[in-house]
């Protein structure tokens, strides 16, 4: 089966109205679904559409949509409050080593060393991770 274009968009716009809402996710299952129709020889296009979303099983689009959304958002929370949490510890040594440093108190070069490597090692790395990932995601 050769799909048109008028086929592809019902397609597209069914998967929206079933509850997808990720534009990324909603592009796979189309693809999928496509490449299932084009295999059917013979059958007409609404019985071989039927017959694949039927094949994602009962609320399976939406099923798939939640665990791509748990596995996607998951790690990207924990990176988020990792990465809020040395950010906030780095910039504490950091100031905390200078008012030493300033006030010429022992432990100042150690907390300054400590400070400013886990801005640059950890807290710098994490963030730019994330905004490159962001600007990726568009």
């Known amino acids: 089966m050769e799909l048109t274009e008028q086929q592809i968009e019902f397609i597209r716009a069914d998967i929206r109205e079933k509850g997808v809402t990720l534009n990324s996710l909603a592009d796979d299952i189309v693809d999928h679904i496509c490449c299932f129709l084009e295999a059917h020889d013979g059958t007409e296009f609404k019985t071989a559409y039927e017959e694949a979303i039927r094949m994602f099983g009962e609320g399976g689009l939406i099923r798939i949509q939640e665990t791509t959304l748990s596995l996607t958002l998951k790690p990207t929370e924990n990176m988020k409050k990792t990465m809020y949490v040395t950010g906030f510890i780095a910039t ?18 150690v907390m300054l060393v400590l400070g400013i490597a886990l801005l640059n090692l ?13 600007s990726v995601a568009g």
């Open 92 to 109: 504490c040594l950091t100031t905390t080593g200078l008012l030493f440093k300033i006030q010429h108190w022992q432990g100042a070069s």
């Open 122 to 134: 950890a807290f710098l790395p994490m963030f730019f991770y994330d905004r490159y990932r962001k």
